[in-house]
């Protein structure tokens, strides 16, 4: 998948969200929808049919797309990895040597 099609997933996951929590979908543009549907094709199922008139399909192809987004190994960039690198702590262990006389 390429960084476009992750950003308008991620741009859009509200939609998903809704849907999960709230149980509908508002606002979402033809645009949108059939944004959706070619990520879907491109990158999970080349035969994936959705009606774009009906409620049930929109949201079933919502849902389709996110879970297998999800699904999707976790790329971290350089920059990424860095960048936590940086934020972690270093942990280090000491060797505690017992002084006996």
């Known amino acids: 998948m390429n960084q476009l099609d992750k950003d308008f997933v ?7 969200i809704t849907l999960t929590k709230a149980g509908f979908v ?5 645009e949108i929808k ?4 070619r990520i879907i094709r491109e990158n999970f199922n ?4 959705c009606c774009m008139h009906c ?13 297998q987004y999800d699904k999707l190994p976790i790329e ?10 940086i934020q972690e702590p ?12």
């Open 55 to 67: 409620p049930g399909d929109i949201a079933a192809m919502i849902q389709y797309l996110y879970i």
């Open 90 to 101: 270093i942990k280090k262990k000491r060797n505690v040597k017992s002084a006996k006389s």
């Open 34 to 37: 059939s944004e959706m549907l």
């Open 76 to 85: 971290t960039t350089i920059e990424e990895a860095i960048q936590e690198a």
């Open 10 to 16: 991620e741009l859009n996951r509200s939609h998903y």
């Open 26 to 30: 508002q606002h979402l543009s033809n």
């Open 46 to 49: 080349p035969g994936y049919l």
